[in-house]
């Protein structure tokens, strides 16, 4: 499998991310795929022994284009950043999210290729984030694990994707400041 750029670059991951919003990932066939993006399917097998692979991969180019949370200078800024990031994500993606959730529940290969190589890179942001505010004293070192952003992309979806409600400025300072600087100052 290819870890470099994705091959054919936005159409080939335009391809993916319509199918997966428009026909679900099962329905979604490498046929599809590579006449979608004008590329031969032997193009795509050279590169990706499957869909899943494939997904992945496209995924992660998307992280890697996405912008990172900025370093605001302090906690509560770069708190609020990062809400803003993921609140975008989860706005602008909610029918590629809804895709995926399900296919992972339905597909164990999926699911462990996109919790093993896509998670970490969110994990990261949020990793960093917390070290630099161990680093300005702000909070106490403690060790990482995935409880808080999880529960940054909880209070996110749950919001907008299961309520229908938006993820404006006013709810972002509410999560932060009544749910993760009280969870971070324990």
């Known amino acids: 499998m290819s870890r470099a750029r994705v091959p054919a670059g936005a159409p080939l991951c335009a391809a993916v991310r319509e199918l997966l919003c428009e026909v679900g990932y099962d329905k979604m066939t490498m046929d599809a795929i590579a006449s979608r993006a004008h590329m031969s399917k032997a193009t795509l097998y050279r590169h990706w022994p499957g869909k899943p692979d494939l997904v992945a991969q496209v995924l992660r180019q998307q992280q890697a284009d ?25 706005v602008d993606e909610g029918p590629l999210i809804h895709a995926l959730s399900f296919a992972m529940q339905t597909d164990p290969e999926l699911a462990g290729i996109v919790r093993g190589q896509v998670y970490p890179e969110i ?30 992309t909880a209070l996110l979806m749950a919001r907008h994707l299961g309520h229908g409600r938006p993820l404006d400025d006013e709810y972002l300072a509410r999560v932060c400041d009544e749910v993760l600087l009280p969870v971070l100052a324990r």
């Open 123 to 152: 994990h990261r942001h949020t990793e960093e984030l917390l070290e630099r505010a161990v680093q300005r004293g702000e909070i106490k070192p403690q060790p990482f694990d995935s409880l808080f952003p999880d529960l940054v």
């Open 66 to 90: 996405d912008v990172a949370p900025a370093d605001t200078g302090g906690l509560r800024g770069d708190l609020i950043e990062l809400l803003s990031v993921a609140a975008r994500c989860v």
